[in-house]
T-cell receptor
Framework: KQEVTQIPAALSVPEGENLVLNCSFT??????LQWFRQDPGKGLTSLLL?????REQTSGRLNASLDKSSGRSTLYIAASQPGDSATYLC???????????????FGQGTILTVHP | DAGVIQSPRHEVTEMGQEVTLRCKPI?????LFWYRQTMMRGLELLIY????????DSGMPEDRFSAKMPNASFSTLKIQPSEPRDSAVYFC????????????FGSGTQLSVL
């Protein structure tokens, strides 16, 4: 059974800092890995998607990396801003085979607070 | 497009009552998903549909939960009878791809069962 773990559970940083959020998964047979953002009282918004054959993806100040063999992904946020405050979740989709194929398994998320 | 629309946003009910949550997916999306989010268990997939047909309901916790998709633009998740442990945020999401590489979530329904 795929398990996804995110560390740290919560992070508080001053504005302007570069930060790294970590995600690990137990089964390396993944189709892709996605990072989502969730604001309080809102649904999830997709930030970045990394295919299993890729090593990283970038969008603006966000950079996500994937090391499938070690079961790890990191989300790097450069020059953090108060508007980045939210919960960040990673999710993996299992590769072909079995009843879990195609389903997303989510981590518990990292609650990020960026204070001015 | 207005995105995935869920109603109600908040629902407070008493134990034993029937609860119906509603979802309108994005037009053209063939896949619809119901998720439940709690502090203890995080986000869990309850059921998903493809072209209005339930494909996998293995995440539905028990027989008190049922979901339907009578047409491409509407789905319901029903809990009958409701229990306090059903209190959670219920999300609907839709996708036009499989696997769902781009998943669009609604704003969720915050359910409180007293």
């Amino acid at each position: 059974k795929q398990e996804v773990t995110q560390i740290p559970a919560a992070l508080s940083v001053p504005e302007g800092e570069n930060l790294v959020l970590n995600c690990s998964f137990t089964d390396s047979a993944i189709y892709n890995l996605q990072w989502f953002r969730q604001d309080p009282g809102k649904g999830l918004t997709s930030l970045l998607l990394i295919q299993s054959s890729q090593r990283e993806q970038t969008s603006g100040r966000l950079n996500a990396s994937l090391d499938k063999s070690s079961g790890r992904s990191t989300l790097y946020i450069a020059a953090s801003q108060p508007g980045d405050s939210a919960t960040y979740l990673c999710a993996v989709i299992r590769n072909a085979g079995g009843t879990s194929y195609g389903k997303l398994t989510f981590g518990q998320g990292t609650i990020l607070t960026v204070h001015p | 497009d207005a995105g995935v629309i869920q109603s109600p946003r908040h629902e407070v009910t008493e134990m034993g009552q029937e609860v119906t949550l509603r979802c309108k997916p994005i037009s053209g999306h063939d896949y619809l998903f119901w998720y439940r989010q709690t502090m203890m268990r995080g986000l869990e997939l309850l059921i998903y549909f493809n072209n209005n047909v339930p494909i996998d309901d293995s995440g539905m916790p028990e027989d008190r939960f049922s979901a339907k998709m009578p047409n491409a633009s509407f789905s319901t998740l029903k809990i009958q009878p409701s229990e306090p442990r059903d209190s959670a945020v219920y999300f609907c999401a839709s996708s036009f791809l499989w696997p769902p590489e781009k998943l669009f979530f609604g704003s969720g329904t915050q359910l409180s069962v007293l």
